[in-house]
């Protein structure tokens, strides 16, 4: 909706009178949009970066983790260093977002990380990854290999459309 | 030798980004570039390089285009982008992500002042990304180079070319640079996780680059300690992910359009 009203009103705004507004093609009204939509997620992903990758509280260290969105299925995978293989849990919270956890072999301190000034052990890896489509959460399957989890979970399929 | 800069781009340079020499470095020196890229492969390679042959610190990169950070060692400010070095070869190394849009001017600074030490060649290390980085059985090195002399550096060292394709990033400029100059330059390519630290494609890296350069830094201890690294560099990936996405890095998977013979 935000961007919707603003970019309405820089079309209004350009073109003075409602009579003797210049006619902008559809090009640049797509162009702003595009633009406006970067610069929100530049915000967005600034905003979400300016918190730390640790939490003391639940001992636990955010992993790295990724989404990939294929025809037929979407992939998330997640780095777990020191992460044991048997203690991974993978659960759904909603039905577009799961959760990954898993204990790490030995617990890692700040000083293990060359960090003195702050205290803390963490014991665990923890990370939330939002699904940018349905899927069916019921049918994923997952394999932990060298380190990376890897889940596959396939999409809610649609309705087919018939030709003729 | 003739400059082809103008004296616009040259003063401009200048003001923005330059290099602080701490100790005198001697001319006709070998340069190692890490710099955050895909999977950190050339910044994790630089620094168990700078490590393994007890390299120290000889200058440093002053520019106010980075975010206002400093590195804090023993409680004193150190810059982000450093060189370290001995009397035959400088490794650069940055600790943080370089942002997008100051890395045009970062590096042609960085390649003007090689120029003016009459740097013998670059070598820059890095990684390709590769989806099914993890499905890897065995990891391919790949070069490029900004001259034919350094495309035949790499073919006697059977490296395999990538002959067509697009490069984004720094070592993208670190050739374009190079290649104006006719400077001696080659990038080095590991595959690689695209936005996960990985020390195994640094570990290769490293051995190739043994061959080329013909020195030998040990790997074991990269290798043994690949799962450290990967918790410890978790922040840099997530800040380098960032900016490689402003820097069209997916360009790399591009099939180019044209074949101009």
């Keep these: 909706m935000t961007f919707q009203a603003s970019t309405l009103g820089r079309v209004g705004n350009g073109g003075g009178s409602r009579v003797s507004a210049r006619r902008r093609s559809i090009f640049d009204i797509v162009r702003e949009y595009v633009e406006e939509i970067e610069a929100l997620t530049d915000e967005i992903v600034e905003r979400f970066m300016e918190k ?13 983790c990724d989404v990939y969105v294929r025809r037929d299925m979407v992939i998330v995978t997640a780095d ?10 993978i659960s759904s919270i909603r039905d577009d977002l799961i959760e ?14 060359g960090v003195k000034h702050r205290r803390g ?16 959460v019921s049918k994923a399957k997952a394999k932990f290999r060298k380190g990376i989890l890897e889940i596959t979970l396939p999409r809610k399929k649609g309705y087919e459309i018939k030709i003729g | 030798m003739v400059r ?4 616009r781009g040259e003063k401009l340079s200048a ?6 020499e701490r100790k005198g470095i001697p001319e006709g020196i070998k340069i190692i570039c890490g710099l955050p890229d895909v999977g950190l492969v050339g910044v994790i390679a630089a620094a168990h390089i700078i490590s393994k042959l007890n390299l120290k610190e000889v200058a440093y990169v002053e520019t106010e285009l980075l975010p206002p950070v400093i590195m804090l ?25 370089i942002p997008s849009d100051s890395i045009h001017q970062i590096i042609k600074s960085i390649i003007d002042w090689a120029w003016s030490k009459r740097a013998e060649k670059i070598l820059t290390l890095s990684g390709l990304p590769v989806p099914n980085r993890h499905e890897l059985e065995k990891i391919r090195i790949f070069g490029a180079a900004s001259n034919d002399m350094m495309l035949k550096v790499l073919m006697d060292n059977e490296i395999e070319i990538i002959e067509r394709g697009f490069l984004a990033g720094p070592q993208a400029l670190i050739l ?3 290649a104006e100059k006719n400077m001696p330059a080659i990038a080095l390519l590991a595959e690689a996780f695209y936005n996960y630290p990985d020390p195994e494609a640094s570990s290769l890296i490293i051995q190739a680059l043994n061959k080329v350069m013909n020195i030998n830094v040990d790997v074991s201890e990269l290798i043994e300690k690949g799962e450290e690294v990967r918790l410890a560099m978790r922040d840099m990936m997530r800040r380098t992910q960032t900016e490689l996405a402003k820097m069209r890095k997916s360009h790399e998977y591009d099939v180019p359009g044209f074949y101009i013979r």
């Design chain 1, 80 to 89: 777990l260093p020191k992460a044991d293989p048997e203690s991974i849990r």
């Design chain 2, 176 to 178: 374009k640079y190079c």
């Design chain 2, 4 to 7: 082809l800069l103008s004296d």
């Design chain 1, 121 to 136: 052990e963490f014991t665990c890896l923890c990370c939330r990854v939002p699904l940018p489509v349905p899927v069916d």
């Design chain 1, 52 to 64: 730390p990758s640790w939490d003391v509280d639940s001992q636990s260290l955010e992993p790295l």
């Design chain 1, 100 to 113: 990954i956890t898993a204990n790490m072999k030995v617990k890692v301190n700040f000083e293990d990380l």
């Design chain 2, 73 to 97: 060692e023993n409680g004193l400010p150190k810059p982000p982008i450093r060189i370290f070095g001995n009397n035959d070869l400088l490794v650069l190394i940055s600790e943080i992500a």
């Design chain 2, 15 to 20: 003001e923005l980004v330059r290099v602080v």
